[in-house]
């Protein structure tokens, strides 16, 4: 009996070592081969989109500014002398996300467009991805530009960033167009299925297994894009998000957003849905969006009496591409609701 234990014993600990030293091989063999050849793909990509994507840039007003030690890229558009509106992008976005809506909003109004730090063109370096301290760098570009008040209008984690800003500065804000986040507060049943719809925001706490996964700029967006859009999504789109996204760095800064340590969703939802501005606050919401379904705003109307609830039809999470003219309608009611 014993010397079958004893037999039993030594195969569970071959079995894991045997784990344990392919494990080791991917970590520190496989995984560094991959990222060099995604790192040369990419590259070539990159080279042989330059064309198309340089003439996509030039329909648009680009401009960078750093601040405080932070670069800001951004787009730059409408009227330099109207009110701001701040468009916000979420992951795995970038300014391109509001491509087809900034067209069709009130051209009174000056359109700020930037890539979020850890995106594209913007800071690569700083790795302080604090809720807080992002919305309050955003401020500070904000005061840069010599922008005192100023609209947000903002789209998944730039939602998440956003309803931080308002809430830490509302002194600042004009009014606040939220879309496609969570809003009503969660008990421990809620939060757990939360996780489910979205397991992405407990997987991606690892910073080596987010960034692995988003170091395949390309594949990585046509999985998240693809199950997540009524429209067919144009390949032209598809390659520019691949361009910006697939740049040296991007991959290893994302992953940042999602640290534990810098979680506050008390104040990125609850106190959104309490809503004690002084300015409006509009939730815009896709009607067939699968990580936030209809079912999760039920009762809004009670909970969140003074959030105004509207929804963008025929659309899924990315709704700034399914239906784009839907969102700057939207957006445009709130506009003028407040100049009133």
Known sequence: MNIKRRNISRIVLGVIGAGAVLCAAFVWIYAPLRARALAAKYETFRAAFQAEHDAIDAA???QDRGVNGIQWHYVDEGDPNGPVILFLHGLPEGWY??????PVIDPR????????KGYGRSDLQDDN?????????????????AVERFYVVSHDWGTIIGSVLVNDHPERILGYVRME??????????????????PQW???????????????????????????????FRQVD????????????????????????NWDLDTAIA????????????????????????????????????????????????????????????????????SQ
Not at 97 to 102: F, G
Not at 135 to 142: F, R, S
Request: charged fraction near 20%; aromatic fraction near 14%.
């Open 202 to 232: 407990i997987l991606f706490r690892s910073n080596w297994i987010a960034t692995y996964m988003m170091r395949d700029a390309g594949w990585f967006i046509d999985t998240v894009y693809g199950s997540r859009m009524t429209t067919p």
């Open 238 to 261: 598809r390659d520019y998000l691949v361009y910006e996204f697939s740049r040296p760095g991007v991959a290893e800064m994302n992953p940042m957003y999602f640290k534990h340590s």
């Open 97 to 102: 996300s509001w491509r087809y809506v900034m």
């Open 109 to 116: 109004y000056r359109l700020i467009v930037p890539n979020m």
């Open 129 to 145: 991805y604090d809720w807080h301290v992002v919305a309050g760098q955003i401020v500070d570009w904000m005061d840069r530009l």
């Open 181 to 198: 986040a969570d809003l009503i507060p969660k008990d421990a049943a809620g939060k757990i299925a939360g996780f489910i719809q979205k």
């Open 271 to 338: 106190k959104i849905c309490k809503n004690d501005f002084p300015f409006p606050v509009l939730q815009l919401q896709a009607d067939s969006d699968p990580a936030q379904p209809a079912s999760i705003f039920a009762g809004v109307e009670t909970e969140c009496p003074n959030v105004q609830m509207e929804w963008v039809t025929d659309a899924s999470h990315f709704d700034n591409f399914d239906q784009p003219e839907q969102v700057a309608e939207a957006i445009n009611r709130l506009l003028q609701t407040t």
């Open 60 to 62: 648009f007003n680009h």
